[in-house]
């Protein structure tokens, strides 16, 4: 199974390479030669295109593969689509994190209870619903209910994330085991120069902060220890909600996203030592910038 935090930057090489290319509608988009060219796998680029298919950019066919389905022109117009999210800010969905992250909403629920309190038809909450499960912090129970999973809800446990993924990221980088995984890098590289010379202003939370959780992820994945690459996941799913709110403010954005380059150019000119330690105080500056915004 391919890493999750590879997907969504693998999705991007793709659209980026049928912009590049211009390429047309009925265009055979061979998953083996896409991954020669990645120097990947064909597991992610197959996770890849059909995430494609399910935004509506690509159509498969039995026994042939993936085909264009929209001008590219269209694409081009449209810019970077939703960079892997399930889809853009939706009003019902915020309005749920906001609550459960204000404890307005109780540890468990059923649909009908939820129906009411957002005034939502069943098709589009079970929608959201299983957008929210996908991500982490929330499953169905037997029958229509739900249950939410813990989250930082307090400062000092937001500060607390913090002080470990300093500690737990840097150590990754210098793991012995730690190799460069040149085409993950690449595919960073794109997605956050895309944010940094416009994306900001235009993803969603959801986006944004997957794009940020994604770009950690890789790198620790890097070391090449499972513990590392799980632990953080886990603080991930703990803080996205109160990410949420912190970044309704996305003035720092452009910088965490230089930064995020500026380690990518420490690591790739082997000096892995400075990564780290640029690394950490990356991950403790962001708690000082954001930390007196929770609560």
Same mark, same amino acid.
Request: glycine share 6%.
């Given at each position: 199974? *391919? ?26 988009? *061979? ?49 970077? *689509? ?10 019902? /969905? ?63 446990? /937001? ?94 954005? *452009? ?22 330690? /640029? ?17």
């Amino acid at each position: 199974m *391919p890493r999750p935090s590879l997907v969504p930057q693998v999705t991007a090489l793709i659209l980026d390479q049928i912009r590049d290319r211009r390429l047309t509608p009925g265009q055979h988009l *061979p998953s083996q030669a896409l991954a020669d060219g990645f120097r990947l796998s064909r597991a992610p680029v197959t996770a890849a295109l059909k995430e494609l298919e399910r935004q509506g950019v690509v159509r498969s066919e039995p026994n042939r593969g993936y085909f264009l389905a929209d001008e590219a022109e269209a694409i081009a117009r449209s810019g970077r *689509p939703s960079l892997g999210a399930p889809e853009a800010e939706d009003e019902v /969905y915020l309005r749920i994190a906001e609550d459960r992250l204000a404890g307005r909403l109780p540890d468990r629920v059923s649909e009908a209870e939820m129906m009411r309190l957002y005034a939502v038809a069943r098709p589009r909450l079970a929608k959201i619903l299983y957008r929210i499960a996908e991500e982490g912090w929330a499953e169905r129970l037997p029958g229509n209910g739900w249950e939410f999973s813990p989250m930082l809800t307090s400062r000092e446990a /937001y500060e607390h994330s913090y002080q470990f993924r300093a500690a737990v990221e840097s150590e990754a980088l210098r793991a012995p085991t730690f190799r460069i995984d040149a085409a993950a890098f690449a595919a960073a590289r794109a997605e956050q120069s895309f944010i940094l010379e416009g994306g900001h202003r235009t993803l969603s939370r959801a986006e944004l902060f997957r794009a940020n959780a994604a770009f950690h992820e890789m790198l620790v994945g890097c070391s090449g220890n499972d513990f590392f690459l799980e632990a953080l996941k886990r603080v991930n799913r703990l803080r996205r909600l109160i990410e949420y709110r912190v970044t309704l403010d996305r003035s720092r954005l *452009p910088l965490q996203s230089r930064e995020h380059l500026m380690i990518l150019d420490l690591l790739t000119s082997g000096q892995r030592e400075a990564a780290a330690v /640029y690394l950490r105080q990356h991950v403790l500056g962001a708690s000082a910038i954001k930390a007196p915004r929770v609560g």
